[in-house]
């Protein structure tokens, strides 16, 4: 079976009608696609809470905590971060969102205390990119279950490691690409795979923000307050730079830049609907428009990546233009399918006679960062949670996350050897 293919069998689509009922017990909007009617699902007693550590306890594992929070049957209860100032604004705001809920929380620097602990089950990873892949392969082997933010791998080598102790220690790893799980993102593969808009032929990707991401404010973080080594981890020794601590997506030895940190969501899903697995070529180009000297990796990058299938896929990203914002524009010989976060249309091509179509779940303009429906994280940690219970592979396993890393690794060697890069992509199984 392919991994990478996002479907909607029947059991899926129960699977998802049961979400959509406990998103809203919980207080989750979905808008117009919510049915009513459906079975509950149940929460799980006492004696059968999955009891989670955060590991990493940056912006994204206070945004995730928020919907951690509401899902019945799961406790946080430990928290690793090499950041003093991190540990405790995390706190502070599990606290705020959670009552009570910091009084018995265990707090560490390392993050192996946490996954020592024989008494917690799942570990939510939200370290910086460099740390992914690790934290997960010592979660695996340790016996606890992983939900880890995408990019998967920070380095390409990474994946044989990975897939080998998933494989080894019947883990269940959630990658959180949490467009897999969006209800109206799961209605266009089934247009697509219908044939609704011909043959996909070209996909378009964006995400284009125009914001003041590029003052150079050095953090007031002493290095007592850090453990600036275990922040390192397997990056090369360097002075301390607190710059680089807190904004480490822009710089290569911890992150990848708009391909890794952007790109990842959209590539996804084109391999998801398409059935595709890595790109056989990547095209790339890069430049600054306002953070030279600031930043190691460009704030204006785009790509043309090729598939076996005869497939190209169009990636452009910048923080200097809000043009198109943050979508996937699926080009077939009918018709195009658009999807953001919160909508999907499809469009007929001029002269052509298929049905147009549209799902809108979010409110506001089309191409935003986040819509207030669906709750896509809440949705993705459900179907985490129902995995876990089962024993089952979630809607983004392992070799999903190494695949759509993989695209924006090839992207991005192409934009630093300046360069077409060509790989021997894998067949679909």
């Known amino acids: 079976m ?3 293919s996002i479907n909607n069998t029947p059991h899926r689509r129960d699977w998802l009608a049961e979400t959509i009922q406990l998103a809203a017990a919980t207080g989750t909007a979905m808008g ?3 049915v009513l009617g459906l079975p509950s699902t149940k929460a799980a007693s ?6 989670l550590g955060v590991l990493g306890s ?3 594992a206070r945004h995730l905590m928020r919907s951690l929070i509401k899902v019945p049957g799961l406790k946080i209860v430990a928290l690793a971060d090499v950041r003093d100032d991190s540990i405790a604004t995390t706190k502070e705001h599990l606290e705020t969102i959670a009552p009570g809920s910091t009084r018995e929380l265990f707090i560490t620097r390392d993050f192996r205390d946490i996954l020592d602990k024989k008494d917690i089950d799942a570990v939510l990873i939200g370290a910086a990119d460099h740390w992914h892949a690790p934290m997960t392969i010592a979660a695996c082997k340790a016996g606890k279950d992983v939900y880890v933010e995408k990019p998967l791998t920070h380095d390409p080598a990474e994946g044989k490691a990975l897939l080998e102790a998933g494989a080894a220690s019947k883990s269940i790893v959630q990658v959180g690409m949490q467009q897999r799980s969006m209800p109206h993102i799961l209605r266009a593969g089934e247009l697509i795979r219908e044939g609704r808009i011909g043959k996909v032929q070209k996909v378009h990707l964006s995400w284009n923000r125009n914001q003041p991401r590029f003052t150079k404010d050095i953090p007031k973080i002493p290095i007592s307050a850090v453990d600036w080594k275990g922040f390192l981890g397997t990056a090369p020794g360097q002075d301390y730079d607190p710059y680089k601590m807190v904004h480490w997506r822009w710089f290569w030895d911890f992150g990848g830049g708009i391909f890794t940190d952007l790109m990842v969501h959209w590539i996804d899903v084109a391999h998801g609907l398409l059935n595709l697995t890595e790109p056989l070529s990547a095209a790339s180009q890069g430049n600054f428009v306002k953070a030279e000297g600031i930043w190691e ?5 785009q790509t043309l990546l090729t598939y076996q299938s005869g497939v190209t896929a169009h990636f452009e990203g910048t923080f200097s233009n809000a043009r198109f914002g943050a979508m996937i524009t699926f080009m077939g010989t009918e018709g195009s399918i658009y999807c953001d976060r919160g909508a999907m249309q499809v469009i007929p091509d001029p002269g052509k006679t298929i049905k147009a179509e549209e799902l809108i779940l979010g409110k506001g303009r089309r191409g935003a960062d ?3 429906q669906p709750d896509g ?3 993705h940690i459900l179907d985490w949670v129902k995995a876990v219970r089962e ?3 979630p809607s983004a396993p392992l070799q999903t996350g190494i695949d759509a890393a993989f695209a924006a690794h090839m992207a991005n060697r192409s934009l630093r050897e300046n360069r077409i890069v060509t790989h021997k992509a894998r067949t679909p199984e």
Request: aromatic share 6%.
């Open 2 to 4: 392919n991994t990478n």
């Open 32 to 34: 117009s696609a919510t």
């Open 46 to 51: 006492p004696s059968e809470t999955i009891r």
């Open 58 to 60: 940056g912006g994204r």
């Open 297 to 301: 990796t460009p704030d204006s990058v």
């Open 370 to 372: 986040f819509y207030d």
């Open 377 to 379: 994280e809440m949705i």
């Open 391 to 393: 024993r089952k592979q």
